[in-house]
T-cell receptor, first 117, second 115 residues
Framework: DQQVKQNSPSLSVQEGRISILNCDYT??????FLWYKKYPAEGPTFLIS?????DKNEDGRFTVFLNKSAKHLSLHIVPSQPGDSAVYFC????????????????FGQGTILTVHP | DAGITQSPRYKITETGRQVTLMCHQT?????MFWYRQDLGHGLRLIYY???????DKGEVPDGYVVSRSKTENFPLTLESATRSQTSVYFC??????????????FGPGTRLTVL
């Protein structure tokens, strides 16, 4: 049961244009969402996050949007740069029915972003 | 350097051998995690630890053993390696659980090949 899904294995965009990476989740107990970027032969690095009490969070060229009713989040990169070429993972965490934080992240399968000069 | 380190970075072993992957963090983070990354599966949690001497299973714990006698170290042992355990292994740590203190920071990974 894949609770966090990234349905696009890859995305190719031109330098300077917008990159939009999508992520869907099924667990309604998730309340905090994160995006990580991963270059080859390196560990994932934290990029940006959003709490379920918000619907948007910006950090420079990166903006994450959360649509709770659709259980969907997206990462926008504007403008895209060749150095943004990497694998992007979305991740989610939350609380169980008893109110205890999971403390764990559930990751999507990742999307390979390629930005062409 | 401060941060989270893993050793070895690359390891080749044979089926049936015991292998231990090391993870060390200098932030004094309470939580530590072990993941494996396989094509088509993203990152899957093997084991995690909320504090020294407290560990719990993740999504794919079978064939692995962990211990955490000190806050800064979280070794992962494959007691009898199998070919299906060929993967890239990542260690991570976080200050706490939930919200922004639950943000995890990852080590550089260990690429393990089981022949």
């Amino acid at each position: 049961d894949q609770q966090v899904k990234q349905n696009s294995p890859s995305l190719s965009v031109q330098e300077g244009r917008i990159s939009i990476l999508n992520c869907d989740y099924t667990n309604s107990m998730f309340d905090y969402f994160l995006w990580y970027k991963k270059y080859p032969a390196e560990g994932p690095t934290f990029l940006i996050s959003i709490s379920s009490i918000k619907d948007k969070n910006e950090d420079g060229r990166f903006t994450v949007f959360l649509n709770k009713s659709a259980k969907h989040l997206s990462l926008h990169i504007v403008p895209s740069q060749p150095g943004d070429s990497a694998v992007y993972f979305c991740a989610a965490t939350g609380y169980d029915a008893g109110g205890t934080s999971y403390g764990k992240l559930t990751f999507g399968q990742g999307t390979i972003l390629t930005v062409h000069p | 350097d401060a941060g989270i380190t893993q050793s070895p970075r690359y390891k080749i072993t044979e089926t049936g051998r015991q292998v231990t992957l090391m993870c060390h963090q200098t932030w004094s983070h309470s939580y530590m995690f072990w993941y494996r990354q396989d094509l088509g599966h993203g990152l899957r949690l093997i084991y995690y630890s909320a504090a020294a001497d407290i560990t719990d299973k993740g999504e794919v714990p079978d064939g692995y053993v962990v211990s955490r006698s000190k806050t800064e170290n979280f070794p992962l042992t494959l007691e009898s390696a199998t070919r299906s355990q060929t993967s890239v292994y990542f260690c991570a740590s976080s200050e706490g659980s939930g919200g922004d203190i639950g943000t995890q920071y990852f080590g550089p990974g260990t690429r393990l090949t089981v022949l």
